[in-house]
């Protein structure tokens, strides 16, 4: 069993950059699709971006293409998601999320098995 570890949340002004790290314990990270989901308040959870564990390819919410970019370290165990240019509506609570095997479709949340307790992101105007 994989439990992420989100951390690196915080305060921000619009226009700046933050980076997102998604830290496993239990089985490693390396056989496992990692995606990141946001949800802000009184608005359902969205999918942010993904990354498949066999190529590494990516995939992004249009709504942060261009301005976000999700990787993996397997060395450390890790995954990330830099953020760049932030608005104010990229204010939310980010999810790291993994599941092993992708049976929906990586925009969906139904596909992942694994969870974190999330991080806090705010973005000011």
């Known amino acids: 069993q994989v439990q992420p570890v989100e951390s690196g949340g915080g305060l921000v002004q619009a226009g700046g950059s933050l980076r997102l790290s998604c830290a496993g314990s239990?089985?490693?990270?390396?056989?496992?699709?990692m995606a990141w989901f946001r949800q802000a308040p009184g608005k359902e959870r969205e999918f942010v971006a993904a990354?498949?564990?066999?190529?590494?390819?990516?995939y992004y919410a249009d709504s942060v293409k261009g301005r976000f970019t999700i990787s993996r370290d397997n060395a450390k165990n890790t995954v990330y998601l830099q953020m760049i240019s932030l608005k104010p509506e990229d204010t939310a609570v980010y999810y790291c999320a993994a599941a092993r095997f992708i049976r929906s479709g990586y925009y969906y949340s139904r596909s992942y098995n694994y969870w974190g307790q999330g991080a806090q992101v705010t973005v000011s105007s």
């Open positions: 239990g089985r490693t990270f390396s056989n496992y699709a």
């Open positions: 990354i498949s564990w066999s190529d590494d390819t990516t």
